[in-house]
């Protein structure tokens, strides 16, 4: 069983940066996609971003370009960093790694948006 660890979350200022980080404790075999959902309560997870091997990238409608997903497939690793955040950018984000076994995820971080 792969384990993704995410790091990286905690409590950003409106206007505001930060940057998190997912590695797996091995690469899945025929990994495809990573990326983010994010969930707040009352609502159903939401994709962040996703970043495909070919390279495509996708982000929720939502993230207006104030998001950066990165990663590398190879070390099983990706990135999101969060710029200009918002107080409704509030909500735990898990990052997935989608493989030939299946989809894996993280145990989620909490972000918090406030001043």
């Known amino acids: 069983q792969v384990q993704l660890v995410e790091s990286g979350g905690g409590l950003g200022q409106p206007g505001g940066s930060l940057r998190l980080s997912c590695a797996a404790s091995?690469?899945?075999?025929?990994?495809?996609?990573m990326g983010w959902f994010r969930q707040t309560p009352g609502k159903e997870r939401e994709v962040v971003a996703f970043l495909e091997n070919s390279g495509f990238m996708g982000y929720g409608d939502f993230v207006k370009g104030r998001f950066t997903i990165s990663g590398d497939s190879g070390k099983a690793t990706v990135d999101l960093q969060m710029n200009n955040l918002q107080p409704e950018d509030t909500a735990v984000y898990y990052c997935?790694?989608?493989?030939?076994?299946?989809?894996?995820w993280g145990q989620g971080t909490q972000v918090t948006v406030s001043s």
């Open positions: 997935y790694m989608d493989a030939t076994g299946g989809r894996n």
């Open positions: 091995s690469t899945p075999g025929g990994l495809n996609t």
